[in-house]
């Protein structure tokens, strides 16, 4: 299964919205009802750490200001309000089936 | 506190082999899968295999047939990939990261080993 984020880089005025987008070539929606979506970060210099899992839910501690959503083959993560520790690199990923494979990354900056 | 910890930067030449390791601490270390991720130079992550550490299963990913082994010691709490007949663009920072197995979530990594290939 290939994933496919867009865009690859974006540049956000703090306070600001960010949206990422995230398609894959096959249904990631499991026979056991489950949809092996997640979306990581990657701060610089840092290993990444899990944001969403499962399409939408947000893992623990992670802020309310960011959202995933999606079915299928097309899935969103979302920002509300950008601030300058959000800066980094977004992965999407799936675990619907081996290889479990990532998305190119999306290079999220501060103007 | 969860934590993987693991071991430290490489050097090696072409056609050598490296093994990484990854020591857990903080959690029942095979209550959840291991899986290893890399990232080469500037570019993304790429997954390489996983390991069930009850039982010793192992999946990886065709780009490692034959050159990858995950192996683990429950008695030490630790976890181990072995890379065989390196090349160049086998340098890359190696991470190991815990899979929980009811949401397969990889919530915990370790900090990453920087494996250099050159002659």
């Known amino acids: 299964i290939e994933m496919t984020q867009t865009p690859l880089s974006l540049s956000v005025t703090p306070g600001q919205p960010a949206s990422i987008s995230c398609t894959s070539t096959q249904s990631l929606l499991h026979s056991d009802g489950k949809t092996y979506l997640y979306w990581y970060r990657q701060k610089p210099g840092q290993s990444p750490q899990v944001l969403i899992y499962?399409?939408?839910s947000r893992f623990s501690g992670v802020p309310d200001k960011f959202s995933g959503s999606g079915s299928g083959t097309s899935f969103t993560l979302k920002i509300s309000r950008v601030e300058a520790e959000d800066l980094g690199f977004y992965y999407c990923?799936?675990?619907?089936?081996?290889?479990?494979?990532f998305g190119q990354g999306t290079k999220l900056e501060i103007k | 506190q969860v934590q993987l910890v693991q071991s430290g930067a490489e050097v090696k030449k072409p056609g050598a082999s490296v093994r990484v390791s990854c020591e857990s601490s903080g959690y029942t270390f095979s209550s959840y899968d291991i899986n290893w991720v890399r990232q080469a130079p500037g570019q993304g992550l790429e997954w390489m295999g996983y390991?069930?550490?009850?039982?010793?299963?192992?999946g990886y990913a065709q780009n490692f047939y034959g050159r990858v082994t995950m192996t683990s010691d429950t008695s030490m709490s630790t976890a181990y990939m072995e890379l065989s007949s390196l090349r160049s663009d086998d340098t890359a920072i190696y991470y190991c990261a815990r899979a929980n197995r009811t949401t397969y979530v990889f919530d915990v990594w370790g900090q990453g080993t920087l494996v250099t290939v050159s002659s």
């Open positions: 990923m799936q675990t619907k089936e081996l290889p479990y494979t």
């Open positions: 390991l069930i550490t009850n039982g010793g299963k192992t």
């Open positions: 499962a399409v939408s």
